[in-house]
C-alpha cells in the first residue's frame, strides 16, 4: 500500500495565524487569555489549547464585570457590535484573529450595506463566519444556502452577492444564477477562499488517481465535511476520522494506493500521527525483507546515527579544502560529538518532538535506555579523542559540551530574567538553529586546524562557513516543518521570529551566496575542481528545500534522510577528489 499526502492538507493561512496569535498571547500575555468562541473546529486542538491555560469565552459578559485579561477573535470573526461589548465587558486587550480574506468580505458587506444595498451572504446561517458577516450588514444582510430559497425572499432592490469564504463554487454560482434571473442584474463578488478551492479541487484529482481517501479532521469542522463530500463524489470509498486511531485498518489494509488530505483546522501533527499509522499498516501488509529492510533504515536515521556519518564526511571535505588529509581520530570526533549532541538534544527537547515528529517521538521512548546511554558514551568518547589529539582539541570540545549542557539550564539569574527576556539561551530566538550551525562549523572545520597546527585562514574560514550555512538551512528547513509543534511548546525558532516564507527565502538566499562564494573562492588559493564538487550538495539542499515546502514527499524518515544526505555527499565527492 502507497499513501499519498495532498499538498494542502491542514491549517490554512487564516486559521495558522489565529493559532499562532492564541499561543503567543498564552505564553507571553499578562491575566488570563481567552478565544471569543472555539478558535478552530477541532476537538484535539481545543483539548491542547485548554492545557496551555487558553479559555473559550462562550458568551460576552456583562458591561463591568471583567477586570482586564485578553479575548483572541478566531479567524471566522465576529459581529462589530460584539467587539465593542467586549471592550465594555472589561477585557484590557481584543486581539483581532480575523482571518484577512474575511475581513475583505466584511469590508465589501459594509461598504455595501452604508450605500443602502441590500446584501446577500450565500452560506450557512448558523456559521460564526455568517454570523459576524451578518453583524457587518446592520440589517440589511440576508443568507441563503441552497438556490431553491432564492424564490422566498422578499422583493429587493440593488442587490450584492457575497459568499461565506468556504462555500463550493457550484453553489455560489447556481445561487448567482437563481438571483439574476430573480432580480435582474447583481453585483457579484466571488468571496470564496482560494485556499477552500484549492483544497476542493485537489481533493477532487486526488480521488480519481488513489483507491480510497483519509480525510482528517473535526467532525464539526464544515470544511472537513466539505472535503469528504467532494472525495465521496469519485464513488471511492472515503474515511472521514479526527485521529489515528479511528482508522478502519482491515479496509485501508485492501487499498493499494491511499490518498490522505485534512479540513483547514487540522494541525500537522494530527496529520503526521494518520500518516504514521498509515504506514505501519502498510508494514503490517507487506511484510518480508523489504518491511525488515525499512526497520534498519528507520533504526538508522530516527537514532541519528544518519546525521553523525553525515558530520565524517563534512570533517572529510572541510579538512581537504584546508589543504588537510582526512584524519581517522578528527572524523570519529566529529561522529561521535555530533551523535551526542543530537541525540541528547532530541530527549531535552522531546515536548515539542511529540508535535513535530510523532514517529521520532514514538522511537526514542521506545529505545529510551540505549539512546540516552549511546549519547553519553559517544560524548565522552568525542572528549577522549580530542584529549588524545591536544591540549587545546581537549579544550575547545570540552567547552562546546558544557554549553551544550547548559543550553536549557535557566542560568540567567531570576531578576534580569523579565528585563533580558529569556532565561537560558534556549529561550534566545534562533538560538538552536544558531548553535547547530556554529557547533558543527567548530568540529568539522576548525578541530582539524587546531589540531593538526596548520593554519591557512582564508581556507579555514572557507570551510567553517561552508558546514555552517548548509547545517543553518537543514535546521532552518526542518523548524519550518516543526513550526506548530514549536509553537505549541513556545520555542523561539527562526521561522517563528521571521515567518515561514521569509526564513525559506533567507534559505535560498543563504545557499545561493554559499555557491558564489565556492565558485569565486578558487581565486583566493583552495583547489578550484574541489570547490566546484561541493556546488552539489548545496544544490541539494535547495532542491530539498523546495521539495518540503511543496510537501512533494511524505514527512518522515526517508525525506529527512534525503536532507541529510547532502552531507554524506559533500565527503564522498571531497573524497574522490582527494583519491583521484
Ligand atoms: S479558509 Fe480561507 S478565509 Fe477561511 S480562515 Fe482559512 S484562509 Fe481564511
Not at 485579561?69 to 471592550?87: E, F, M, N, S, Y
Not at 528585563?419 to 582539524?448: C, E, H, M, Q, Y
Not at 538566499?509 to 565556492?518: D, G, I, N, R, S
Request: hydrophobic share 50%; proline share 5%; glycine share 8%.
Amino acid at each position: 500500500m502507497r499513501v499519498r499526502l495532498a499538498r494542502h492538507a491542514g491549517f490554512c493561512m487564516g486559521v495558522r495565524r489565529a493559532m499562532e496569535l492564541a499561543l503567543a498571547q498564552a505564553h507571553h500575555a499578562q491575566g488570563p487569555v481567552f478565544t471569543y468562541g472555539p478558535l478552530i473546529h477541532n476537538p484535539q486542538v481545543l483539548e491542547l489549547q485548554a492545557s496551555k491555560g487558553i479559555q473559550v469565552l462562550k458568551e460576552v459578559p456583562p458591561p463591568g464585570s471583567v477586570s482586564g485579561g485578553t479575548v483572541i477573535i478566531r479567524a471566522h470573526g465576529v459581529p462589530p457590535q460584539d467587539k465593542a461589548r467586549l471592550k465594555q465587558a472589561g477585557f484590557s486587550q481584543i486581539v483581532e484573529g480575523t482571518c484577512p480574506r474575511v475581513i475583505r468580505v466584511q469590508a465589501i458587506i459594509a461598504r455595501a450595506a452604508k450605500r443602502g444595498a441590500e446584501v446577500i451572504i450565500v452560506g450557512d446561517a448558523s456559521h460564526p463566519e455568517v454570523v459576524g458577516l451578518l453583524g457587518h450588514a446592520q440589517s440589511r444582510g440576508r443568507v441563503v444556502s441552497r438556490p431553491g430559497e432564492v424564490a422566498e425572499l422578499p422583493e429587493l432592490r440593488e442587490v450584492v452577492v457575497v459568499a461565506q469564504t468556504t462555500q463550493t463554487s457550484e453553489n455560489f454560482a447556481a445561487i448567482v444564477r437563481a438571483l439574476g434571473r430573480r432580480f435582474g442584474p447583481v453585483e457579484v463578488h466571488e468571496t470564496i477562499c482560494e485556499a477552500t478551492h484549492r483544497r476542493q479541487d485537489e481533493v477532487k484529482s486526488l480521488a480519481h488517481e488513489v483507491d480510497g481517501v483519509v480525510v482528517v479532521g473535526g467532525r464539526n469542522s464544515g470544511n472537513t465535511q466539505r472535503l469528504a463530500q467532494v472525495a465521496a463524489e469519485s464513488n471511492k470509498p472515503v474515511f472521514a476520522v479526527e485521529t489515528e486511531e479511528e482508522l478502519p485498518r482491515e479496509q485501508l489494509a485492501r487499498l493499494d494506493l491511499v490518498g490522505v488530505t485534512a479540513g483547514a483546522s487540522t494541525p500537522n501533527w494530527l496529520i503526521k500521527r494518520v500518516l504514521r499509522e498509515l504506514v505501519a499498516i502498510r508494514s503490517e501488509r507487506e511484510g518480508g525483507g523489504s518491511y525488515l529492510l525499512r526497520r534498519v533504515f528507520r533504526f538508522f536515521v530516527r537514532s541519528q546515527l544518519l546525521v553523525a556519518l553525515g558530520a565524517v564526511g563534512m570533517a572529510c571535505a572541510a579538512s581537504l579544502l584546508q589543504g588537510l588529509a582526512p584524519h581517522p581520530a578528527l572524523a570519529a570526533a566529529a561522529f561521535f560529538y555530533i551523535y551526542a549532541m543530537h541525540i541528547l538534544n532530541h530527549f531535552l527537547d522531546k515536548e515539542a518532538g511529540q508535535y513535530n515528529d510523532p514517529d521520532r517521538a514514538h522511537f526514542l521512548a521506545k529505545h529510551r535506555g540505549f539512546l540516552i546511554g549511546s549519547g553519553v558514551f559517544s560524548a565522552a568518547a568525542a572528549l577522549a579523542l580530542c584529549a588524545l589529539l591536544g591540549l587545546l582539541p581537549f579544550i575547545i570540545v570540552g567547552l562546546m559540551s558544557l554549553l551544550g549542557i547548559l543550553y536549557s539550564v535557566p542560568v540567567v539569574p531570576r531578576a534580569l530574567r523579565d528585563r533580558l527576556g529569556f532565561a537560558s539561551l534556549k529561550d534566545i530566538p534562533g538560538s538552536k538553529t544558531a548553535s547547530a550551525a556554529g557547533a558543527w562549523a567548530v568540529v568539522v572545520a576548525l578541530l582539524p586546524a587546531v589540531s593538526l597546527e596548520v593554519w591557512h585562514p582564508l581556507a579555514l574560514g572557507l570551510a567553517m562557513v561552508y558546514t555552517a550555512v548548509l547545517v543553518f538551512c537543514r535546521c532552518a528547513v526542518f523548524d519550518v516543518l516543526d513550526v506548530q509543534g514549536d509553537l505549541v511548546v513556545g520555542k523561539e525558532t527562526i521561522p517563528i521570529m521571521l515567518g515561514e516564507a521569509v526564513t525559506l527565502r533567507l534559505v535560498n538566499w543563504l545557499l545561493a551566496a554559499l555557491a558564489l562564494l565556492m565558485i569565486l573562492a578558487p581565486l583566493a588559493g583552495p583547489p578550484a575542481v574541489l570547490c566546484f564538487l561541493l556546488l552539489a550538495p548545496i544544490a541539494g539542499m535547495a532542491l530539498m528545500q523546495r521539495v518540503h515546502s511543496r510537501r512533494d514527499m511524505l514527512p518522515g524518515a526517508m525525506s529527512e534522510a534525503l536532507v541529510d544526505f547532502n552531507f554524506w555527499l559533500a565527503g564522498v565527492l571531497a573524497l574522490a577528489w582527494w583519491i583521484l
